[in-house]
C-alpha cells in the first residue's frame, strides 16, 4: 500500500545481525566494495584497489592511481576488465589479471565520483558523474565521450539508469531523470537536502525510484510522474548508499549502520551494526551483503 499523505514511517528493526566476516582492509575511507568471479575487491581513498578471498586473506594490491583515491569500480563481465573512476578527474580501465591500464577517459573537471556501465540498444555505454556537476556517456570501444547531460548545479554523487531513462542525483537537492538517447531532462524529484544516493527498486509489480537524503530519511517515487509516495525512517544518520537486491532495499548511513526494507510491507526487517564510521559502499551477491566503510573495514554479512 501507499502512504498517499505522505506520512513518515518511524519504524524499529526486530533484528540486529552481527557481521559473519569483518576484515580490516585499508587505512583510509574505502570507497567501493564489490563481489567478481569468487573474490572481493575494495577501492579506498588510499589510492589502492585490493583483492580478497571469501576469509578475509589479502590476495593483491595495487596502488593504481599515484595522484588521488580511487572512488568508484566497475566490473564489465563481457571484456574482463576493471573500470575505476578517481580523484584525478579520470576514468581507466585495467585488466584484472595484472592491473595493467588498457583505457583511459578523460573531459570531466572535478572528481569523478560514481559509474555505472549500462546496456543501451543492445551497446554497452560508460557513464560517470563528477563534482563538475555534469554526467557524462563514453563510448568504451574509442573511449570518447558521447554526450553531456548538464542540469545539476552541485555535485553529482550517484546514478543508476533502466531502459532509456538515466537518473543521477547531487548536492543540488535534486535527482534528475534523463532521457539516454537525447538528453532530455524526463523528470526531476526535489529535496529539501543533498540528495545522496538513489536505485531503482519494485513496490509490487511498479518499478520505483529511490533515493536518500542528508535528512536521514528514504523517498520512494514513481519515476515518471515524479510522485513521491513514502518516506521512510529509522536510521539516526545522514544515508549515503542504498542498494537493492531480491526484493530487499539496503541501506548505509553514517550512523555506521546498515538497514533492510521490505517496501512492499512498510518494514525495517534487519539492522545490521559493526561498523565504526559511515557506511561508503554496499554490493550483494546471493544471500551474502558486503559493505565499506570510513572507518577502512569490509564487513561480510548473511542476508
Not at 574482463?80 to 591500464?101: G, M, V, W
Not at 535527482?175 to 538513489?198: D, F, K, P
Not at 536518500?212 to 549515503?240: A, M, Q
Request: overall charge negative; charged content about 20%.
Amino acid at each position: 500500500w501507499f502512504l498517499e499523505n505522505l506520512s513518515q514511517l518511524d519504524v524499529d528493526p526486530s533484528v540486529v545481525s552481527d557481521p559473519l566476516v569483518f576484515i580490516k582492509a585499508h587505512s583510509e575511507i574505502i570507497t567501493c566494495v564489490k563481489f567478481f568471479n569468487g573474490y572481493i575487491y575494495s577501492s579506498s581513498y588510499d589510492k589502492s584497489v585490493k583483492q580478497w578471498d571469501i576469509t578475509g586473506k589479502n590476495i593483491k594490491t595495487s596502488y593504481l592511481n599515484k595522484r588521488g583515491g580511487v572512488w568508484d569500480m566497475m566490473f564489465d563481465e563481457e571484456s574482463n576488465l576493471l573500470y575505476t573512476c578517481s580523484h584525478d578527474k579520470s576514468l581507466q580501465a585495467f585488466e584484472i589479471e595484472d592491473f595493467e591500464c588498457v583505457k583511459l577517459f578523460k573531459g570531466h573537471y572535478g572528481v569523478i565520483n560514481k559509474i555505472l556501465i549500462h546496456n543501451f540498444r543492445s551497446e554497452n555505454i560508460l557513464f560517470s558523474v563528477s563534482d563538475d556537476g555534469d554526467c557524462f556517456s563514453w563510448d568504451i570501444e574509442n573511449q570518447r565521450r558521447i554526450k553531456i547531460y548538464r542540469g545539476h548545479s552541485s555535485w553529482v554523487s550517484d546514478l543508476a539508469a533502466s531502459g532509456g531513462v538515466l537518473y543521477t542525483c547531487s548536492k543540488d537537492n535534486r535527482a534528475i531523470a534523463w532521457e539516454i538517447s537525447s538528453g532530455r531532462i524526463l523528470q526531476t524529484y526535489a529535496h529539501s537536502n543533498w540528495v545522496r544516493a538513489l536505485c531503482l527498486a519494485a513496490v509490487g509489480d511498479e518499478q520505483v525510484l529511490v533515493t536518500s537524503s542528508n535528512d536521514k530519511s528514504i523517498y520512494i517515487w514513481r519515476p515518471r510522474t515524479g510522485e513521491n509516495t513514502k518516506v521512510l525512517k529509522g536510521h539516526n544518520g545522514n544515508i549515503g548508499t542504498l542498494l537493492y537486491h531480491n526484493h530487499i532495499l539496503y541501506s548505509g548511513s553514517d550512523d555506521g549502520s546498515i538497514r533492510a526494507w521490505d517496501l512492499n510491507n512498510d518494514l525495517c526487517l534487519k539492522e545490521f551494526v559493526g561498523h565504526n564510521g559511515s557506511i561508503t559502499s554496499l554490493y550483494a551477491e546471493d544471500k551474502v551483503l558486503y559493505s565499506g566503510s570510513f572507518d577502512g573495514n569490509i564487513g561480510i554479512w548473511e542476508i
